[in-house]
């Protein structure tokens, strides 16, 4: 049989990215060039989360929708992930929760908040 992606990050991959205040996701379309941007994570339990404070213009955003294969870059470790829309309402409320513990007081956070971002939240799983 084939090969059959991990689901979940290791312990030691998820302690990183909790750890990481920003982190760069690296995207791509599928003919296009490789594009870096910071971005905030966030880590509930074994699953990790990004979402897009500008919406679904982002350009990273964009791409990872259009090639759900990204790369996470967090110091100096690559972590090859796949991104898959994390919707439902229990998962849009842990992101929210996890970034207002996450991300107190700093500039954006009320943007990852808004009603009209909610639906940009991804979940990470490594590939």
């Given at each position: 049989?084939?090969?059959?992606?991990?689901?979940?990050?290791?312990?030691?991959?998820?302690?990183?990215?909790?750890?990481?205040?920003?982190?760069?996701?690296?995207?791509?379309?599928?003919?296009?060039?490789?594009?870096?941007?910071?971005?905030?994570?966030?880590?509930?339990?074994?699953?990790?989360?990004?979402?897009s404070y500008r919406g679904a213009t982002a350009r990273w955003y964009r791409e990872a929708?259009?090639?759900p294969a990204v790369t996470i870059h967090a110091d100096d470790v690559a972590l090859h992930a796949r991104v898959i829309p994390a919707v439902d309402a229990a998962s849009i409320r842990r992101v929210s929760e996890g970034l207002v513990r996450k991300y107190p007081g700093r500039g954006g956070l009320q943007a990852m908040l808004e009603s009209d971002v909610l639906d940009t939240t991804l979940r990470l799983i490594p590939s």
């Open positions: 049989m084939g090969y059959i992606a991990r689901m979940r990050f290791e312990p030691a991959e998820l302690a990183l990215l909790a750890e990481t205040r920003e982190i760069e996701i690296e995207t791509a379309l599928p003919d296009g060039p490789a594009h870096r941007t910071v971005i905030w994570v966030v880590v509930d339990a074994d699953d990790a989360f990004v979402r929708v259009a090639n």
